[in-house]
């Protein structure tokens, strides 16, 4: 399992799936990208904020993410990847510009917060610490969940539970161009186990400490 990681990370990077809208744009600036974020904050960052549509579920934390993760999922939105119909829409009337310095804002919005200890202090249950082996999560997304081995891989740790699973069913789901994700490292790691086990785990990594933060912000400054 662990050569098949290693080897679908280099396949990955290597055929520049992960960063090529990072390549395409100049680097991130923060300040311009508080700008522009006016349309997100009506859902990110009001604390506890709800998603009804496809699926009723609490929108991601993105502040304190990180920022090429942050870039490469607005990139799969935009180009399909990711079949969510409202981020796909807004996804698509963003440039490359716009990704990497709304990223570059969002990541720092939560930078004061503290770095995670580099293992969670408790082991997780028997049956859960079972799926993280077979699966070999950790050698990609860190002992603690908030250290991917690739900025470009998503931190988990402490997100919503319910958006975790929701992700986890999405990328096993093919052929509906309104549901799912076409990654086919996460598709690969999915595939494996039942719903009920990605369940499972989605509560485990949700009750982790984190790294992420909801930062309410004003509409009207
Ligand atoms: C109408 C509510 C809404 C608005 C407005 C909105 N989002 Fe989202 N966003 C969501 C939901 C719901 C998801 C989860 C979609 C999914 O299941 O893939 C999401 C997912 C994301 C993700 C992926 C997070 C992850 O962990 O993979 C990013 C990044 C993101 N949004 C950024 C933005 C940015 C930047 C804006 C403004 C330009 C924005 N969103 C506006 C509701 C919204
Ligand atoms: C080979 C590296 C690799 C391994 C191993 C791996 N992941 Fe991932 N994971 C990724 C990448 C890359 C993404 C981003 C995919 C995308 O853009 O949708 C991701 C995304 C996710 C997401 C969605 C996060 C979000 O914010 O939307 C979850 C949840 C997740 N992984 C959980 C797991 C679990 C649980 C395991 C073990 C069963 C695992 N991953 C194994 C690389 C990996």
Redesign the pocket.
Known sequence: ?RT???F??AL?VGAG??STAAAQAGAGDAQAGQKKAAMCIGCHSIPGYQSSFPEVHKV?MIAG?NAK?LQ??LA?YKSG??RHPTMKAIAASLSDQDMADLAAYFENQAKDRATLADKPQSEPPAAVAE??T????????GAN?SK???P?????AG?HAD???V??K??KVQNNPHVG???P??A???A??TQAQ?KQ??QY?GSLPSELAVVPQSRFR
């Open positions: 399992m098949l990681n290693a679908l990370v990955l799936f992960v991601p993410q993760y490469a999922s799969a990847d990711r799926l993280l077979k699966g070999g999560c950790v050698a990609c997304h969940f991917p081995s690739d470009a891989f998503p931190k988990l997100q958006y975790l699973y992700t986890l999405g990328y994700r076409s990654n490292v996460m690969g790691m999915t494996n186990f990605l785990l989605a990594i």
